[in-house]
């Protein structure tokens, strides 16, 4: 596949269609689990104003921000700006939502890592009301 932005690093990918993400989002894996990777490592693209639902990682997961700007927010915190260049680690069971912000698109490297074969737990998406507040 090729690159839409020439200057990406990667393909964008396809769209996530999977029921956890709001607006859209792209997918380009670039390594799966295997015998000596627990993890799964992928290059999300999250156009403006797409966003993850609230999860968490029972093995915690590490973005690298590559393009863009978003948002990073952990429940009953304030979300925070993060671009291009950051390295967020996120703990083992903390619940949290990323995306981009409402005109600049995202793209982050996700390192996720499994306990057994579980890697995320999808919970409910963020509402309008918690993204609007985010990008006040």
């Given at each position: 596949?090729?690159?839409?932005?020439?200057?990406?690093?990667?393909?964008?990918?396809?769209?996530?269609?999977?029921?956890?993400?709001?607006?859209?989002?792209?997918?380009?894996?670039?390594l799966q689990?295997?015998?000596?990777?627990?993890?799964?490592?992928?290059?999300?693209?999250?156009?403006?104003?797409?966003?993850?639902?609230?999860?968490?990682?029972?093995?915690?997961?590490?973005?690298?921000?590559?393009?863009?700007?978003?948002?990073?927010?952990?429940?009953?915190?304030?979300?925070?700006?993060?671009?291009?260049?950051?390295?967020?680690?996120?703990?083992?069971?903390?619940?949290?939502?990323?995306?981009?912000?409402a005109n600049?698109?995202?793209?982050?490297?996700?390192?996720?890592?499994?306990?057994?074969?579980?890697?995320?737990?999808?919970?409910?998406?963020?509402?309008?009301?918690?993204?609007?507040?985010?990008?006040k």
């Amino acid at each position: 596949m090729t690159t839409e932005n020439n200057n990406a690093l990667f393909a964008k990918g396809e769209k996530l269609t999977n029921g956890y993400f709001t607006g859209d989002a792209y997918l380009e894996t670039l390594l799966q689990k295997d015998k000596n990777n627990n993890f799964v490592m992928g290059a999300v693209t999250f156009e403006p104003g797409a966003r993850t639902n609230w999860h968490t990682h029972p093995k915690g997961q590490v973005l690298i921000v590559t393009e863009g700007e978003g948002w990073y927010q952990e429940k009953g915190k304030p979300a925070k700006t993060i671009k291009k260049g950051d390295v967020i680690n996120i703990p083992e069971n903390v619940e949290h939502w990323h995306g981009a912000t409402a005109n600049i698109k995202m793209v982050h490297i996700a390192i996720t890592n499994y306990e057994g074969e579980t890697n995320a737990v999808w919970l409910k998406p963020v509402t309008d009301e918690e993204y609007h507040e985010a990008n006040k």
